[in-house]
């Protein structure tokens, strides 16, 4: 038992402009509460989401400076999953098969959030913290 966080979520959390502000700091507090038990992340995440908040924020260092408080600091409330080979494994293995059948490039799937897949199905997450539906299929999402 566990949940899962995606990109969407820590970029909705840390930046105050983003549409998914509000819906994230509702999600973080009912996981607070324990519902879901342990709330986990991989540094695949985190690499994108500190990508998005210093494109999208056009380099705002507070925002940036929240965020790593969530992950490494003071307001730290998540798991980071370690990179491991069976996860690349799995990871290239979701990514090739999903893709190959995908009809249309909205339905293709990136990397990230075929590791994404990978990280739960490893780990017997089967909750993710999410606002793509892209997921739908593959992970019970918290909305």
């Given at each position: 038992m566990g949940v899962f966080l995606d990109t969407g979520f820590f970029v909705g959390l840390s930046h105050p402009k983003d549409e998914w502000h509000e819906r994230s700091k509702e999600n973080l507090l009912e996981m607070s509460t324990g519902k879901y038990g342990l709330i986990f992340t991989s540094p695949y995440v985190i690499a994108e989401t500190a990508t998005l908040i210093l494109v999208r924020t056009k380099n705002?260092?507070?925002?940036?400076?929240?965020?790593?408080?969530?992950?490494?600091?003071?307001?730290?409330?998540?798991?980071?999953?370690?990179?491991?080979?069976?996860?690349?494994?799995?990871?290239?293995?979701?990514?090739?098969?999903?893709?190959?059948?995908?009809?249309?490039?909205?339905?293709?799937?990136?990397?990230?959030?075929?590791?994404?897949?990978?990280?739960?199905?490893?780990?017997?997450?089967?909750?993710?913290?999410?606002?793509d539906n892209h997921f739908d299929g593959f992970l019970q999402r918290l909305k």
């Open positions: 705002n260092q507070e925002i940036i400076k929240k965020l790593y408080q969530y992950l490494y600091g003071t307001k730290r409330f998540v798991r980071i999953l370690p990179w491991t080979a069976q996860i690349e494994k799995t990871t290239w293995k979701i990514f090739q098969e999903v893709n190959k059948k995908a009809k249309t490039s909205k339905s293709w799937l990136s990397f990230v959030d075929c590791s994404n897949i990978a990280f739960c199905r490893e780990n017997n997450i089967e909750t993710i913290a999410t606002f």
